[in-house]
């Protein structure tokens, strides 16, 4: 042992294991995939979502380390920010303004989280509608809070590093194991509070788990709660009172009046993925598709050679059911900026295949990528059913903007 290891010893500071840590990192991870749908929610909010959920991981790596205190701060910094970022979203557009300017400037009169849990019941919002329904939820919080505190100002002699230290091996081994037990609800409850006061600002995550929700929202970053997460950390009759909330059957109601896409567009939609022998399904909703998604349709369908079709330079991918002999994976913007800029049009060797572009109805470039080359005919043919569907959708977007639709 070196000398600060040495120190740590005697001052009673030694790692602990936690057993379930990986799962509550697992946790954590689908607390972060269930990110931010486009909702316009403030950014100040979601920022203060990430930092809770940051705030429970530094809480995890502080405890495994030996500081069970400072692990219990972060949890209840953690709770304090997710009390923070709902009451934010629930205040009215004008006081909302005002306490993100105290916020921001670290004003001595932005509330405390005693102040915000009571301006959220007051409010008439998500937050004030589920204290009414599951008091006994919100009431737990405060009992694993006041707990949480008394770690946190070592209320007892259980607390104190060195009073431990000194302990029996037997007493000090059961009491580690309590601290461990204790410590495990601590982060549950923690890991559900910011689960659920993120439903407060963005029902989605429990949206999208239901029937019929999610091939209606194509585009979203936004992953459900798994119903083992709903079950560990929130629990089926929170999760039953929250649906039944009016604010929640009013969201829903407005997702399913969208149309419902069949999974062949919804994979294109949503995954840019294209496989041919959809196509009848795809061409059936053609009216749900975008001019990226037209195009790639367009292409595909009638040349089999082409295996996945890039925009913007190579940030956008879209890939079909044709597989492609690439000897070299990586890529950049870089790459294809040069051969945009070159002036090259087809058969472009590429990473060990062919890139073939074409120009799109904006001006920008479509990249084409596929092993065969195409012929003079098959390219010719290939420009011209890309520059009629181009000079198309400039007219529709020039009659709509003469309209003002």
């Not at 030996?66 to 923070?84: N, V």
């Not at 002699?157 to 601590?186: A, G, N, T, W």
Request: a negative charge; glycine letters at 4%; one cysteine or more.
């Amino acid at each position: 042992m070196n000398r600060e290891e040495i120190r740590k010893a005697n001052e009673g500071i030694v790692a602990i294991a936690l057993p379930h840590a990986e799962d509550y990192q697992s946790a954590l991870r689908e607390l972060e995939a269930a990110e931010a749908s486009s909702l316009g929610i403030n950014r100040v909010v979601w920022l203060q979502v990430r930092e809770a959920i940051t705030s429970i991981g530094n809480a995890l790596d502080l405890f495994k380390i030996g500081y069970p205190d400072a692990a219990c701060y972060c949890l209840r910094q953690s709770i304090e920010l997710a009390t923070c970022f709902a009451y934010i979203h629930e205040l009215p557009e004008c006081e909302r303004k005002e306490k993100l300017s105290a916020w921001q400037t670290q004003s001595s009169w932005f509330p405390l989280r005693g102040k915000m849990e009571k301006k959220l019941e007051s409010v008439g919002g998500e937050y004030a509608d589920m204290h009414k329904r599951m008091p006994s939820f919100f009431s737990h919080i405060e009992k694993i809070n006041e707990r949480i505190n008394k770690h946190i100002h070592k209320q007892g002699y259980d607390f104190c590093y060195h009073y431990r230290h000194f302990m029996p091996i037997e007493k000090k081994h059961q009491l580690v194991e309590s601290l461990i037990s204790e410590y495990e609800s601590f982060v549950e409850t923690t890991i559900g509070v910011v689960a659920v006061f993120k439903l407060f600002i963005d029902p989605l995550p429990i949206l999208l788990s239901e029937e019929n929700v999610a091939n209606r929202l194509p585009g979203l970053l936004t992953e459900p709660y798994s119903p083992v997460f709903m079950e560990k950390y929130i629990g089926r009759e929170f999760v039953a009172e929250f649906k039944a909330t009016q604010r929640y059957k009013d969201f829903k109601e407005e997702i399913i009046r969208r149309p419902r896409l069949n999974d062949a567009v919804y994979n294109l939609k949503q995954w840019q993925i294209f496989e041919r022998k959809n196509a009848s399904l795809v061409l059936e909703q053609c009216e749900q598709l975008g001019y990226l998604e037209r195009l790639v349709v367009l292409l595909a369908l009638y040349s089999n050679k082409v295996a996945h079709v890039y925009f913007y330079d190579g940030l956008l991918m879209f890939v079909t059911d044709v597989k492609c002999n690439r000897t070299i994976i990586s890529q950049s913007s870089e790459d294809f900026k040069k051969i945009r800029l070159s002036g090259q049009k087809k058969n472009i060797q590429f990473k060990g295949v062919l890139l073939t572009v074409f120009e799109t109805y904006d001006n920008d470039s479509c990249f084409v990528e596929h092993d065969i080359p195409f012929e003079e005919e098959e390219w010719l043919t290939l420009c011209k059913l890309v520059a009629d569907f181009n000079n198309t959708i400039a007219e529709q977007i020039k009659g709509m903007e003469q309209t003002g639709a």
